[in-house]
Nanobody, 124 residues
Framework: QVQLVESGGGSVQAGGSLRLSCTAS????????MGWFRQAPGKEREAVAT????????YYGDSVKGRFTISRDNAKNMLYLQMNSLKPEDTATYYC?????????????????WGQGTQVTVSS
């Protein structure tokens, strides 16, 4: 059974940090591009960061560059998102997602596997 399960969300004050984790199972993890997306109420889902199957390259959205770091551990089928210097505008539900092959797209429709999401709330 293919499954992506996020954890690590929560509430934090502005300037604080959180680390999100995603546990993948049921597919050949190291052959998939992995990504973090987020969706705030009333807004479209947006790509936060993506990472190539062999960690050979990453992408970051402009709003998180320099503050967030995506990483993966293929031996453990894990994906991470270290979020530092959090801002109230980072408040959203964060989703782990996967697409087979390389990270040639940041469009959510191109990612076929999704977790259930984890809530991140940043207060000012």
């Amino acid at each position: 059974q293919v499954q992506l399960v996020e954890s690590g969300g929560g509430s934090v004050q502005a300037g604080g940090s959180l680390r999100l984790s995603c546990t993948a199972s049921g597919y050949t993890y190291n052959r998939y591009c992995m990504g973090w997306f987020r969706q705030a109420p009333g807004k479209e889902r947006e790509a936060v960061a993506t990472i190539q199957p062999a960690s050979s390259g990453t992408y970051y959205g402009d709003s998180v560059k320099g503050r967030f770091t995506i990483s993966r551990d293929n031996a453990k089928n894990m994906l991470y998102l270290q979020m530092n210097s959090l801002k109230p505008e980072d408040t959203a539900t964060y989703y782990c997602a996967a697409r087979v092959g390389g990270c040639y797209s940041i469009t959510s429709a191109d990612f076929k596997l999704w977790g259930q999401g984890t809530q991140v709330t940043v207060s000012s």
